[in-house]
């Protein structure tokens, strides 16, 4: 694959961020993140002509590039400051990955499918995307080696909360994490102390399934 990024998509990229915001997505720096990330790069090149429409595509291994809206909102969510240690379950793509990165955030990124793992470890390099480390395993064990994290962002749907995330979260740390089966709720959970939490929902999103165990 060429990687090649022309006007023509930053152009198409600005208007993927100005429908990004006008659905409600408000912070700068993560809208200025879907402005700088090549997104067309991440996906198939058979869906090439779809990379800047606010959808969700197939990217194999039976998984999706999330939508542009869904990957803003929950960075939103994560208030991301720079520096900020980040654990995010799902590597998939890449492109959720890539734009945390850009906000400036210091990224573990866990992928339980091998063939996305191996590719997107060869691919983020190639487009000057630095994560701290990826990692082939259990997204509901998280990656307790680097814990505790300022937040940890799950990028696939779960039946519900995993403990091991929560024991891996600073006090004050957020846990943003699409809850449910067929259809999920994004919630966000922040730590208050070792055995308090709070809790906030939010509306309802579509994702792949969380899966378990490594294959």
Do not use: W
Request: with cysteine.
């Amino acid at each position: 694959m060429i990687l090649k990024d022309t006007f023509k998509h930053k152009g198409l990229r600005n208007k993927l961020a100005l429908e990004v915001k006008r659905k409600g997505v408000l912070d700068f720096k993560v809208l200025k993140a879907i402005e700088c990330i090549p997104r067309h790069l991440f996906m198939d090149s058979s869906f090439i002509d779809h990379a800047y429409q606010d959808k969700a595509f197939p990217i194999g291994a039976g998984q999706t590039i999330s939508q542009p809206y869904t990957v803003a909102f929950q960075s939103e969510l994560l208030k991301v400051k720079k520096g900020d240690k980040i654990l995010e379950i799902g590597t998939g793509s890449g492109y959720q990955t890539a734009v945390l990165c850009e906000l400036g955030a210091i990224v573990y990124s866990v992928e339980r499918q091998k063939e996305l793992f191996k590719k997107t470890t060869l691919f983020l390099p190639k487009i000057g995307c630095y994560p701290k480390k990826l990692i082939f395993g259990d997204g509901y064990q998280g990656y307790e080696n680097e814990a505790p994290y300022d937040s940890i962002i799950v990028t696939a749907g779960a039946p519900f909360i995993p403990k091991m995330l929560l024991s891996q979260l600073k006090i004050n740390g957020k846990l943003v994490i699409p809850l449910g089966i067929e259809t999920q709720t994004m919630t966000l959970i922040i730590k208050i102390s070792e055995k308090k939490y709070k809790k906030v929902e939010f509306g309802d999103f579509q994702f792949v399934p969380l899966l378990k165990e490594k294959n």
